[in-house]
């Protein structure tokens, strides 16, 4: 059959695999569409409701209306309207008298980008990780220290925020992974791994852009301290639970009381700060850090921890990551 006449009905003819479904709140009336953008009419079959640079203009669109018809762009688009989406909304935080829609935007397009890069990575099936990124969106928005939250996320670089934002959903993976499912527990996983690193503020730009094994021991100390240093700007913030300024306090510390800065033994380390630390350090093995800008899957990324670190992190936490790891091989191999 030959492919539908573009210029009569629009339609156009993709490869499913080739679209990504975009959440339609990411959308407003009026603004400048970066890429463009179709509904999925039916296998393989998409309508063009907007091109690049034109002005969306979907409200009274039948279609677009009907919730069960789902807003795509190409999938090579994706980053590219997600990183838009954030850079526009993110300026609009810090103003008076945010919309409430501006905020949601916000936040689904920061955990949009880090699901996204989950999903590419193969860690687990994307069911999951789909699972707890809307767990972020809909506990995040009950969060009493929402705003200072988006307004702290948002004065982030985008590496930043996306690092505080896989962090995040890779710590609820793994607590779902030890049954710690109870909504108070998750709140703070939420709130401690998105503001973990916010310490990082601190440590001068010149030893960040500096490889790590030129510090100096003076240097080597400063950056050491961004966890005790975060915890102490966030104490300021009233409504920031105890348990969640421990999470920042002590992402670095381990089970082997190698960490920093107090090198804590393990039964000492709060136990929500284990299921962070952990997350953080598989985060940046993925995604690369300022320390590595390597890019491990998440098999060598296990074995890294293993050989390399010496596994050093609380077992019960290490062995839930490694589970979720295995379970997807499983679920691959059947
Ligand atoms: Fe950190
Ligand atoms: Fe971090």
Not at 54 to 79: T, W
Not at 168 to 182: D, G, H, K
Not at 297 to 322: C, M, S
């Amino acid at each position: 059959m030959s492919k539908p006449a573009k210029s009569s009905t629009g339609l156009e003819s993709f490869s499913d695999a080739d679209m990504s479904e975009v959440s339609k709140d990411f959308f407003f009336e009026g603004m400048v569409l970066p890429v463009p953008v179709y509904l999925k009419m039916g296998p393989g079959s998409y309508l063009t409701i907007g091109k690049k640079g034109d002005r969306a203009a979907f409200a009274n669109l039948h279609a677009y209306n009907n919730p069960s018809v789902g807003v795509f762009v190409q999938l090579v688009d994706q980053p590219m309207l997600v990183a838009y989406i954030t850079q526009l909304t993110g300026k609009i935080i810090n103003q008076d008298a945010v919309p409430e829609n501006t905020k949601i935007k916000f936040l689904n397009s920061l955990t949009t980008d880090a699901l996204d890069s989950l999903a590419r990575s193969n860690f687990t099936s994307i069911e999951k990780v789909k699972k707890v990124s809307q767990m972020v969106q809909q506990l995040g928005q009950k969060l009493s220290v929402f705003d200072d939250l988006l307004s702290i996320l948002s004065n982030l670089n985008q590496t930043d925020s996306k690092h505080s934002m896989t962090t995040c959903l890779v710590s609820l993976l793994i607590a779902e992974e030890m049954n710690m499912t109870q909504s108070a527990i998750q709140e703070k996983l939420i709130l401690g791994a998105l503001l973990h690193d916010v310490g990082m503020k601190y440590v001068p730009k010149d030893i960040l852009e500096k490889p790590r094994h030129l510090w100096s021991p003076e240097e080597l100390q400063i950056y050491e301290q961004h966890p005790l240093k975060g915890a102490d700007m966030l104490r300021e913030i009233k409504d920031i639970p105890q348990d969640v300024l421990l999470i920042i306090a002590e992402h670095h510390e381990n089970a082997q009381a190698t960490g920093f800065p107090k090198r804590l033994r393990d039964v000492k380390v709060s136990p929500l700060a284990r299921i962070v630390g952990v997350a953080n350090n598989f985060a940046n093995l993925l995604f690369g850090s300022l320390a590595q800008s390597k890019s491990y899957t998440p098999d060598e990324a296990i074995l890294y921890i293993e050989e390399v670190q010496g596994q050093p992190f609380n077992r019960q936490v290490f062995l839930a990551l490694k589970n979720i790891i295995n379970k997807k091989h499983l679920a691959d191999r059947a």
